[in-house]
Structure formats: C-alpha cells, structure tokens
C-alpha cells in the first residue's frame, strides 16, 4: 500500500489565514492606526523627509479639463477616500439609531446633548486662554473628535467593550464631527460658492426622493451621491459630510450587505492611508520647550484633555437626570467618562482646523504639534482608564 505523503503546509495556512485571523480581530483597527502614525511621524523627521513630504504633496491630474477636484494626494485622502469612511459610519448610525440602541428618542438623544457639551466646554477653555490674542480664531480645533482614532483605541480594548459604548462613542463622534463641519462653514470659510451648494443640495433633495419612493438600485444613490461631493467640495463646505449625508438616504434593507463589502477596505486601506497621510509633519528643534511658551498649546491641550471628558460627562449627566436622555443598557457613568477621555483624541479634524484658524505658518505647526501631543495623552489616559473599569467588571 502507497505511503501518504503530507501536503506541505502553504501560503492559506502561513500567510492569508494569520492575515484573515488579525483581520477579524477587534483590535486590528487600532493597532494598524498606531503603528501607521509613528511610522509617518518617524519618516518626516528623518533623512528621507523632503521625498516623503513631496510624495504626499504630489498634484493630481484628472483627464477631464476644468473639473476641480482634490489638487494634491493628501487632500484626496482628507476629501474623497475620508468621505468613503463617513459613509460607513454614517450606515452605523442610522441602522442603530432605526431598529438598535439607539432607536429611541431619549437614547439618541444623549450623544447629541453629550457631543455639544464636547464641544462647547473645549472652546470655551481654549478661549479662556487666547480670548484677548490674535489666535482666539482657534477655538474650534478642540472642538472635534476624531472617529477613526477614538474608535481605534477603544478596539484596543479587545471583546469586553460594551457595544453600546462603541455605537455611543460612534454617534457621539460623528456629531461632533458634523458640528465641527458646521463651525467650519460658518466661521472658517471665506466664501461659500453658492451655485455649487445649490447643486449640492438638488442632488440631496433627489436622494430623500429616492429614499421615499423606497428605490432599490444602489448605482443610483452612488450617481447622486457622487456629484453631491462634489458639489460640497466646490462649495466651500468639507466634502466628507457628503458621505454621512449619502448614508442616511440608503434604504435600511440594503445597509447590512453593504457594510459588509467596505468594512474592511474602510478600515485597512483607506483608514491607514489617511493616518500615513496626516501624520507627516517635521517636529522643529526645540519642539517641546516652544510649545509651552504658546498660549495655543494650553488652550488646545486643555480643551482636548480636560474640556472634552468634562463636556461629555456633564452634559450627559445633566440630560439624564433631566430625563431628556437615557442612558444605554449596560453601562455607567465610568463608562461615559472613560468614552470623554478618548473623544479628546483630536487628530484630523482639528489638524485641518489649524491650517484654517491661522495664516502664519509657524503657529500652524504649534497648533498640530498640540493636537498630535494632546490626542496621544487623551488616548494613552483613555485607554488606561476604561481598561481598569473593564477589569472591575469581571
């Protein structure tokens, strides 16, 4: 009888299978972001720094003449590849807010309450410190959370974290976002291009109508989807709210399948690139020392640290024992506190506040020097604390 020869063990099992394992992993997201930032962080600031920086500032051309789209590669990351990640939380929330945790009226109502107290006490603070310089117009850059980052951190924490608290922390984030959104239509535009709002706002109308005559082919949301970015990127308003604005109109039935197919791309490619992208910035000598000399630096490191926690937690605090909200099963106000802690994490929305709020370049890099130390410390103290909660639990 032939003697059986064994399969030599191949590429599934040594190489995709370890790959598909981490994948699956809760705290891949998170692992992958870290690792991504100190890597970006490490090549700006060494000898290969200029190629790395020229690289991420290389123009883009389209083939179609006139058409103005993102002019440089880290712009298309921020503009066009971020607005695909906001389409994916966007369908988070909308799901969870229809038929989960967030179907009814007192919850949704927290983190909408709990991200304008994240908002409001952060600027406050930052204005406490720079209200009678010429950099109070900063006091947005506290202002937002970053969803990508926060929800990084908290996948660190592995299975034991409450879902609640991750599709809390998730709208919490997204609101805060949209409102950052807002302060930067409103106070950090220069001008608002009207037509191409106008244009913006056609397509919307077509997606609700879409959305109401209860439409199933998905190519058609895209189509209009499409040309409401870019309306929204011309008009002056930050594009990625296009994609939060799309996944609010997509029919709920088709939501699930949809999550599905971008998940991993959203959270493996485009959410690396964009931390690889936004983390390329040159640290000047004597980083440290002139930082604490900077009035920004107290004002963004205090709203971001102390004002965003403080905001969150008060606010949902006060909502609830108003009875305006309710909190969500299965977790408590250490939870809630830990959750303000991580929102602190800065990071994009306030790096791109920074290049709005100042025209000087050196108070620039101040500023994202800030929000970088700020998100780092925000994170670091998140995750330590909430990890405790965590381990009382059991």
């Not at 620039?364 to 639990?393: D, E, P």
């Amino acid at each position: 009888m032939p003697r059986k020869t064994k399969k030599k063990p191949g590429l599934k099992r040594y190489v995709l299978s370890p790959i598909r394992e981490f994948i699956q992993d809760s705290r891949a997201v998170g692992i992958v972001l870290i690792i991504c930032t100190f890597i970006s962080l490490f090549i700006a600031n060494s000898g290969f720094n200029v190629a790395y920086l020229n690289f991420w500032a290389a123009p883009i051309h389209t083939p179609i003449s006139g058409l103005a789209v993102p002019h440089d590669l880290t712009a298309f990351v921020n503009d066009a590849l971020m607005a695909v990640f906001f389409f994916l939380a966007g369908m988070e929330i909308k799901r969870e807010m229809l038929i989960g945790e967030l179907s009814s009226i007192r919850q949704s109502a927290l983190p909408v309450i709990a991200a304008i107290g994240g908002m409001i006490i952060p600027a406050t603070i930052y204005l406490f410190w720079n209200h009678d310089t010429s950099l109070a117009h900063g006091w947005g850059i506290p202002m937002a959370t970053d969803i990508a980052f926060s929800l990084g951190i908290l996948s660190l924490l592995g299975k034991g974290v409450p879902m609640p608290l991750k599709i809390l922390l998730t709208a919490l984030a997204i609101i805060d976002d949209l409102g950052a959104i807002i302060a930067i239509a409103v106070f950090y535009t220069a001008d608002i291009h009207w037509l191409y709002l106008g244009l913006a706002g056609c397509c919307l109308l077509i997606l609700v109508v879409l959305n109401l005559l209860k439409v199933r082919r998905l190519y058609l949301y895209f189509l209009a989807g499409a040309v409401l970015w870019y309306g929204l990127f011309n008009s002056g308003v930050h594009a990625t709210l296009a994609g939060v604005l799309l996944a609010f109109t997509i029919p709920l039935s088709r939501i699930p399948k949809l999550e599905h197919h971008i998940h991993d791309p959203v959270n493996f490619i485009i959410l690396p690139v964009f931390a690889l992208a936004n983390t390329a910035i040159p640290l000047p000598a004597h980083t440290w020392s002139s930082l604490l000399k900077e009035t920004t630096t107290y004002g963004i490191a205090g709203g971001l640290i102390l004002g965003k926690p403080l905001g969150i937690f008060l606010f949902a605090f006060l909502a609830v024992k108003l009875k305006l909200a309710r909190l969500p099963k299965g977790l408590n106000w250490r939870h809630v506190v830990g959750m303000g802690m991580i929102a602190g994490i800065g990071f994009t929305m306030s790096i791109f506040i920074s290049m709005l709020a100042f025209n000087d370049p050196a108070d620039q890099v101040s500023a994202k020097i800030a929000v970088l130390a700020a998100s780092l410390i925000s994170a670091i103290t998140g995750y330590l604390y909430l990890k405790r909660v965590f381990k009382k639990a059991f």
